[in-house]
């Protein structure tokens, strides 16, 4: 199981990584494992507003489908179409293939995330 450091981390498996005011977000490494085969990927609409645990989007795997959960709050600036696709690129690098960028709107969020370490405590929790 992969975990990159300087990501923030949801009890959701979703990563975060902010640039600034941006937030790019997608799926673990550890979710992707779980899901399997992704063979379909549903995104928001740019400028859609999201809220802090709010589904974004969903994935469907040969196993099942599930919503993908928003871990900060904030307006949808960029979706990766690449995706909608191609969706299979999430297995090979979920890091790599983000699936939304936010515009932060409340930073202080970012503080009920996980660090990596915290992460792979909850992974291996949960495994």
Do not use: R
Request: glycine share 6%; net charge negative; proline share 3%.
């Amino acid at each position: 199981m992969q975990i990159i450091e300087g990501l923030y981390y949801s009890k959701d498996h979703e990563w975060v990584k902010v640039e600034g005011d941006k937030a790019y977000v997608g799926i673990s490494d550890f979710a992707q494992d779980a899901l399997g085969d992704i063979v379909f990927v549903e995104l928001p609409e740019i400028g859609t507003n999201l809220i802090q645990g709010e589904a974004l989007g969903s994935i469907e795997s040969v196993k099942a489908a599930s919503d993908v959960y928003c871990p900060v709050s904030g307006k949808v600036i960029k979706v990766n179409e690449i995706l909608v696709d191609d969706p299979a690129l999430l297995n090979e690098d979920p890091y790599e293939n983000w699936m939304i960028c936010v515009e932060l709107t409340e930073k202080d969020q970012l503080d009920q995330l996980m660090n990596s370490a915290e992460y792979e405590d909850f992974c291996n929790e949960e495994a």
